[in-house]
């Protein structure tokens, strides 16, 4: 990237009002330094404790989602941790609304996985959401999960809006889609 290309960006950054950015591997003690430079940020941006607490739990949940499931890593796949993989976070602010998106690359077979779990949530209602997240803490995680099969239904709760996604096919002959994941607070 040519310094021109650098200040275009950073200045695109900030007329989109960005709070936060980052792309690259993750690993859980990136995600801990990312946490404290976001938490001292917001403690400068004129936002209610409410807002600020739940754009934090969005912030982790979705950095957590690129840890533990990105399909494009360092470590080996199999590793429950030191797991280190690729994706993209940022949070920025929109007419007085702050949001997240997080963006990381995964295989072309979660698409319809991560379709099913997201679609109920985006109609569903927040108390439907809260009652889902209760059944969910009482009962054993999901196969496969390397959680408890909350963090969807953390980003839906925290979120203002319905949750918001995509899926891109970034570059032809790439053997990942992008998934893409936007809660507004």
Not at 86 to 94: P, T
Not at 143 to 167: C, M, Q, Y
Request: charged share 25%; net charge negative.
């Amino acid at each position: 990237m040519s310094l021109t290309d650098f200040h275009r960006f950073k200045e695109l950054a900030r007329q989109e009002n960005v709070v936060f950015y980052y792309t690259g591997y993750f690993s859980q003690s990136i995600v801990t330094a990312m946490g404290d430079s976001l938490r001292l940020r917001l403690a400068s941006l004129d936002a209610s404790q409410t807002a600020r607490r739940k754009l934090f739990s969005v912030f982790v949940e979705m950095a957590q989602n690129v840890v533990h499931y990105s399909a494009d890593h360092l470590s080996a796949s199999e590793a429950a941790d030191h797991e280190i993989r690729m994706g993209s976070l940022w949070v920025g602010e929109d007419d007085g609304q702050f949001y997240v998106v997080c963006a990381n690359p995964i295989t072309a077979e979660g698409v319809e996985h991560i379709r099913a779990k997201l679609e109920p949530l985006r109609t569903m209602t927040n108390e439907e959401i809260k009652a889902r997240y209760k059944e969910k803490l009482r009962t054993e995680g999901e196969a496969g999960s390397k959680g408890a099969g909350l963090g969807f239904l953390t980003v839906a709760r925290d979120s203002s809006n319905p949750i918001e996604f995509d899926f891109v096919e970034e570059n032809e002959g790439q053997p990942f889609t992008t998934f893409y994941l936007k809660a507004t607070i």
